[in-house]
């Protein structure tokens, strides 16, 4: 009697042990979203800004319909869920302030184009560096948001400062 008592606690034992339900470990680990590097997220700004190529310069604008240089800078690392200042001016004051030589994809530039005031009052973003010089996406009052060189003597002699905010 004892013996058959064991084999009955053993069997149920052993079936419940083998339950056909099986646990899926994955459910109870936490998902993780793996961050971007930053060379990705630079593209991606990047590739937003450029959505705008073409769309006409508006004061204060943050839409297609119209849109500033600071304003365009705005949106852009916005869709990257990075913040920034809305104005210019406010925007030289953030991240880390880098040499044009050191100078990458997604770092923004500074200008000063009015003589009389003696203020940054234009943002452009490094969309390419190469032999030829650094390229940048920025909205311009004649031509809407466009692509410009540094090279050329215009913005040579209104730049400023460059800045790494990613």
């Known amino acids: 009697m004892k013996l058959k008592l064991v ?9 419940a042990c083998g339950s056909s339900k099986k646990t ?4 109870t680990k936490t998902e993780r979203t793996p961050k971007k590097k930053k060379s990705d997220k630079a593209d991606a700004i990047i590739a937003f800004a450029k959505t705008y190529s073409g769309t006409k310069y508006k004061y204060g604008g ?13 949106v852009s690392f916005q869709s990257e869920q990075i913040n920034l200042p809305r104005i210019a001016r406010d925007m030289s004051k953030k991240g880390t302030k880098v040499s044009l030589s050191k ?12 003589k009389k005031k003696r203020t ?4 452009g973003l490094v969309v390419e560096k190469n032999k030829k010089g650094l390229l940048f996406i920025h909205s311009t009052t004649s031509s809407g948001v466009i692509i410009s060189s540094l090279d ?3 913005w040579k002699k ?3 400062e460059a800045r790494k905010v990613i």
């Open 7 to 15: 084999v009955i606690v053993l069997s149920l034992f052993l079936v």
């Open 24 to 27: 899926n470990y994955k459910e």
């Open 158 to 160: 209104a730049f400023i």
């Open 152 to 154: 050329e003597n215009y």
């Open 103 to 114: 100078v990458q994809k997604g770092d923004l530039l500074f200008f000063k184009t009015n």
């Open 62 to 74: 943050t839409t297609k319909k119209g849109i500033d240089c600071s304003g365009l800078l705005f």
């Open 120 to 123: 940054i009052n234009h943002v």
